[in-house]
């Protein structure tokens, strides 16, 4: 190069070639150029809007492959109350985490244009993760530029929906999944403004808004600030005031969320099941530690299922994916000194987020759902690990590319291919109750708010359960005055083949508690027992003291 010639130090990636174009001012926009630049970032955020509805379109319809439940169906119900007004939803009972701040404001929007229906629910679940996912990209993508950025995001894509195919965890109804976005926006927020006025006073917000949700926020997001801000603030130069302020700006956010709900409450809120926080006995810690890497592996599609959409290829699909997670994660650790805020972040999220699982009661087969968030960390890990800032050759971003697209879409077109879910069977049963009369009855939790919600409320099922020789109201999502005598007439019970649970009991159990029905159905499966009486006469408030007599 002669001398006095300067360095091109940031080739146009986009363009195939690498140094000054050829082509005269008068042909081209010179990059620098105002209009250059606003192309420029017109062509950007047009390829984010198009990828973003893009990754709508394929969650929506994944989830249209998933069936609703009860809670689901409970789900969408508190988020049609809060659309009529009842914000503070006033009667419920909600299990032990509400997703109160987030997923049930994003259902009851979504309610208000489509209606409480299966589509509603589907269309809020895949918007959320939505959410989830372009914030992931938006941490994975910093430091990078051009076919770098693209090959990270797709990485993401890739690592996020390994285990779509295989699990139900992240689009089958709101849940710790979209908690991820809490955890994420305040990843993304501390690195991308750490110095600014009012990153504390945000951090505090999120933190706040995601402890009134989930507590998964208190347990994981919340230690992560403090402790990595005062890391950072005790190997820096301590005389900076911002990594203590972000410190006790989360810190701040426990005590105020308690008190947020703690006025809530007295102004007539929602009450909730206490989370169990109960840590395991030493002797379950084994035990408790290989389901948890059990579920580790089912979300991220390690482990194959019988209904897996990726077949044979599943599996070893999922492997990749979670070495690179488990690559990304070391790689961040080995480099801790360097690496950035969100990186940081990110890893210590993981650390407590199964640390918090394996060491209390909760695991188990049924439940890898507790630490889907850490799907997400992983991912956003891998892609920063696996992919430089910068690919400087044009061929090598092109292939690049395509294997990171190509990635990304292998599970997403795996996952959609699902038929959908069609509810035909348990709209002939509701029109079977409704046609002989039959609007209000009882039954175990799974049959009870499914149906209802099958049948647009025309037919009301409320979940009841065994306690102390009687019925009791089940004191899990579901809202006081559903069993006031005085309110509703329950004419029937719902019963199955199965032994006392919480999703159904048999007609002999039923019996036990209620005496012998007038009249007794067999329709599809289901044992319908018919009284010529309240039924919810015989119901007491649950064992928990949660309900008191509407």
Not at 160 to 170: E, I, N, P, W
Request: net charge positive; aromatic share 10%.
């Amino acid at each position: 190069m002669p001398a006095g010639e300067p360095m091109s130090t940031s080739p146009d990636l986009t363009s195939g070639t690498i140094g000054p174009s050829n082509e005269p001012d008068s042909q081209r926009s010179r990059p620098g150029s105002p209009g250059g630049s606003k192309r420029r970032n017109w062509w950007i955020a047009g390829a984010w809007v198009l990828g973003i509805l893009v990754l709508l379109a394929f969650f929506i319809r994944i989830a249209l492959s998933l069936p609703i439940n009860s809670d689901g169906a409970n789900n969408a119900f508190q988020a049609w109350d809060m659309f009529h007004g009842n914000f503070l939803l006033h009667n419920w009972v909600i299990g032990d985490a509400t997703y109160y701040t987030f997923d049930l404001p994003v259902m009851a929007i979504v309610e208000a244009f489509l209606g409480v229906n299966a589509a509603a629910v589907h269309v809020a679940v895949a918007t959320t993760f939505v959410i989830v996912a372009v914030l992931a990209l938006a941490i994975a993508r910093i430091d990078s530029r051009g076919a770098a950025a693209a090959v990270r995001c797709g990485l993401v894509v890739a690592v996020l929906t390994a285990g779509f195919a295989d699990s139900f965890v992240f689009l089958l109804k709101p849940d710790h999944a979209a908690t991820s976005a809490f955890l994420l926006g305040c990843f993304l927020l501390v690195d991308r403004a750490p110095s600014r006025w009012f990153t504390p006073p945000a951090l505090f917000v999120i933190l706040c808004a995601g402890q009134i949700g989930d507590g998964l926020v208190l347990y994981v997001a919340v230690p992560s600030v403090i402790l990595v801000s005062l890391y950072r603030w005790a190997s820096g130069d301590r005389h900076r005031p911002f990594d203590v302020l972000v410190a006790a700006a989360a810190a701040l956010s426990v005590p105020v969320a308690l008190l947020i709900r703690a006025m809530m409450i007295r102004l007539g809120g929602y009450v909730m099941v206490p989370p169990d926080a109960t840590p395991a006995r030493i002797s379950l810690l084994g035990r408790h530690l290989r389901l948890t890497a059990q579920n580790i592996g089912t979300l991220f599609g390690v482990i194959p299922h019988p209904w897996s959409a990726l077949g044979v290829v599943g599996s070893p699909f999922g492997t990749l994916c979670l070495l690179a997670a488990a690559f990304g994660f070391g790689k961040a650790v080995w480099n801790w000194r360097r690496a950035s805020w969100a990186e940081q972040l990110l890893c210590l999220a993981i650390v407590l987020n199964i640390a918090a699982y394996a060491f209390s009661r909760l695991p188990s087969t049924s439940n890898p759902y507790e630490i889907a968030p850490v799907v997400p960390c992983s991912a956003i890990l891998a892609a920063r690990a696996l992919v430089p800032g910068v690919i400087a050759s044009a061929w090598r971003a092109r292939v690049a590319i395509v294997a990171a697209a190509s990635a990304a879409l292998f599970p997403l077109t795996a996952a959609a291919s699902r038929p959908v879910q069609t509810t035909q069977a348990s709209v002939r049963f509701v029109e079977w109750l409704e046609a002989h009369g039959l609007r209000y009855g009882i039954s175990g939790y799974w049959n009870a708010s499914v149906l209802t919600f099958v049948s647009g409320n025309k037919v009301q099922i409320r979940a009841v359960k065994p306690f102390r020789g009687k019925l009791a109201a089940l004191e899990w999502e579901t809202d006081n005055t559903w069993y006031a005598a005085s309110e509703h007439d329950a004419t029937f019970a719902l019963a199955g083949h199965g032994r006392i649970t919480s999703s159904g009991m048999t007609p002999a159990e039923f019996e036990r508690y209620l005496g012998k029905p007038a009249a007794i159905y067999h329709v599809d499966g289901r044992y319908i027992l018919v009284y010529r009486r309240n039924l919810l006469t015989s119901v007491v408030p649950g064992p928990l003291g949660l309900y008191g007599r509407p």
